[in-house]
């Protein structure tokens, strides 16, 4: 049996797991889909691997990122594992627009700050964009600090990350009033939506998940502790869920002191991303 013949009869199997299928084709055989449809190459060598791999995946739906060991995001490949949150392609838009106000601010230079670091996605992204900064990394996990800093050390950006291990900014009061920005992906779903997740991100840490009853907590701390932090004029970016965003331009403007508050869309047109600058 050929990849492609292989390929085609999986996708008639489960024809609702045909954008999993093909993720997984493309990320262990490189190839793309014109490459899979018309190739000459019959692929046999791939066969044993993408078997097993699909076979565990079909029958425990447990994330074909932890099952690969990598996932591609933005123009890098990452690792992932267990413990570690998967980064979204809907988390890219977040370097963007942090990457655009430090431009248009003059952020481009000293010390930022990602808190929930995970495997490191969003710090490294931003580290490739601005190569003035340097970002301070902070998670509580152990797992996921040594991710990102694998991660870091692979795409040779890891004399421009320190990491540390603690809640929040509670590891950085040495840093305080010094740092140029805040970005994070913070837990914010609702603890009551978790168990209606899809199987697959059921695997995924809770920690990074849960945002206690309103979706809310995490974020409104980021509000209220972020100021202590920041340095006058300093950058405020965070991703929320679809939804969320009018709550959160709320609890920045009853937090004196906050300007230039903005929301953005993730690229599939759902509001996402807020973003403040800190007036000092």
């Known amino acids: 049996m050929t990849l492609r013949e292989w390929w085609q009869q999986q996708r008639q199997r489960a024809p609702e797991l045909a954008t999993e299928l093909d993720w997984l084709v493309r990320q262990v055989t490189g190839w793309d889909t014109l490459t899979l449809r018309w190739a000459e190459a019959t692929g046999a060598e791939f066969l044993p691997q993408l078997q ?3 076979h565990t995946y079909t029958q425990t739906r447990q994330p074909l990122q932890y099952l690969v060991g990598t996932t591609p995001w933005r123009d890098m490949d990452l ?41 490191g996605a969003i710090a490294l992204g931003l580290l490739r964009e601005l190569p003035g ?8 996990s152990p797992i996921a600090l040594q991710i990102a800093k694998n991660n870091a050390m692979t795409l040779a950006l890891n004399t421009r990350l320190t990491l540390y291990q603690g809640d929040w900014f509670t590891p950085l009061a040495h ?21 209606t997740l899809a199987p697959e991100v059921q695997y995924e840490p809770r920690l990074a998940l849960d945002g206690g009853e309103n979706g809310l907590v995490s974020l ?5 502790t972020a100021p202590a ?3 006058p004029g300093g950058l405020w970016c965070v991703e929320t869920m679809s939804g969320q965003t009018g709550a959160v331009v709320a609890l920045l403007q009853e937090q004196a ?3 230039n508050i903005q929301v953005y869309r993730d690229w599939g047109g759902h509001d996402r991303l807020v973003v403040a600058r800190w007036g000092g």
Do not use: K
């Not at 409104?220 to 209220?224: M, N």
């Open 229 to 231: 932090y920041l340095a």
């Open 175 to 195: 840093r305080r009033g010094h740092l140029q920005a805040m970005v994070s992906n913070p837990p914010y779903i609702p603890t009551h939506l978790l168990a």
């Open 79 to 119: 690792q992932v594992a267990p413990g570690v949150l998967i980064p979204r392609p809907e988390t890219e838009r977040l370097v963007d627009v942090a990457v655009h106000w430090a431009n248009c601010w003059g952020l481009t230079t000293g010390e930022w700050v990602d808190l929930g670091i995970g495997s």
């Open 220 to 224: 409104q701390y980021l509000v209220q």
């Open 52 to 54: 097993t791999l699909w």
């Open 257 to 259: 002191g906050y300007q």
């Open 133 to 140: 900064i340097h970002v301070h990394g902070v998670d509580c």
